[in-house]
């Protein structure tokens, strides 16, 4: 059985006790074993790591680095267990979580509930919003976001795809009809939104290729989910994420109309967050729950 590690620690234990003899009683071992271990990894490694020709143990160049890089390694290995130790006894503190209203709303809520039966120390602080937060400023710890990201020096771990669906009630569409081209859309209501990362445009598949169509409606809303009600009241069209009118759609209060049109319409959902490989241990915790969930319910 290959046992570099345990290899390793032999000769870090060499080299830090300053005999074979003495790391061999540190280590409970017998000085010839201590020896063999060695010039195995010498072998292995095919240069020679210690002096043997002096009574004091001296290193080679290699076995300096070697003594280095071992070190480095085994006190990273020592992190990692202790982080998953860590992670398995109980989280507790406050995370600050900014999510859009529709996906805090369907997707996150619902996930809290068994987070707290896990993690029942575990504060969430939660505001939903469509509006993009920074981080920074506004103290969150994480947020979940719909769209490209702006920040490269934010962490993002991937949630999933939400692809886009333009639905209308079916009193709307019995009054003015279904539209079955791009170009129909030109008599209808369609939604939208007025915060500053949307435009008045819906990306079409017209031809064969993605298009920018403008439209025009009597409502732009902030939120998802107030054009989403809006709709299931037969004022106009709607464009939005499948996970926000899944439901609607299969129990009928909302139609699917222009399915072939929105082809290739869809965005990724991202976790924020600030920390990198020194985040805290509760807000690992949290993303570690979660994600996985998150990424389930966008599946469907």
């Not at 600050?96 to 969430?124: D, M």
């Not at 639905?167 to 939208?192: F, M, Q, S, W």
């Amino acid at each position: 059985m290959d046992n570099r590690v345990g290899e390793m620690q032999v000769f870090v234990r060499v080299v830090e006790a300053g005999s074979f003899s003495q790391a061999a009683r540190l280590l409970l071992m017998t000085p010839s074993t201590v020896s063999k271990l060695i010039s195995r990894t010498e072998s292995r490694l095919g240069v020679r790591l210690v002096k043997r020709s002096t009574r004091q143990l001296a290193l080679t160049n290699e076995g300096r680095i070697f003594y280095e890089r071992s070190l480095a390694l085994l006190e990273e290995l020592a992190e990692i267990e202790r982080d998953i130790a860590q992670d398995a006894v109980s989280a507790s503190g406050t995370i600050r979580v900014n999510a859009s209203v529709a996906f805090g709303t369907l997707g996150l809520e619902p996930v809290l509930l068994a987070l707290w039966e896990a993690q029942p120390n575990i504060v969430v602080d939660l505001s939903l919003s469509d509006e993009m937060v920074n981080l920074y400023l506004d103290r969150t710890d994480v947020a979940f976001r719909v769209g490209s990201l702006q920040d490269s020096t934010i962490v993002a771990r991937r949630i999933g795809t939400a692809r886009r669906k333009i639905v209308a009630a079916p009193i709307y569409l019995e009054r003015y009809g279904e539209p079955k081209t791009v170009d129909d859309l030109v008599r209808h209501n369609c939604l939208g939104f007025n915060f500053r990362r949307a435009a008045p445009v819906w990306p079409l598949k017209e031809s064969g290729r993605i298009v920018d169509r403008a439209v025009v409606g009597s409502l732009l809303a902030n939120n998802g989910e107030t054009v989403r009600r809006m709709a299931l009241a037969g004022v106009g069209l709607a464009r939005l994420g499948d996970y926000h009118v899944r439901a609607d759609i299969a129990d009928g209060r909302l139609v699917e109309v222009l399915s072939s049109a929105v082809e290739g319409d869809e965005e990724e959902i991202h976790a924020l967050y600030l920390g990198g490989p020194r985040l805290p241990h509760r807000v690992r915790v949290f993303l570690d729950f979660v994600c996985p969930r998150l990424s389930q319910f966008l599946i469907g």
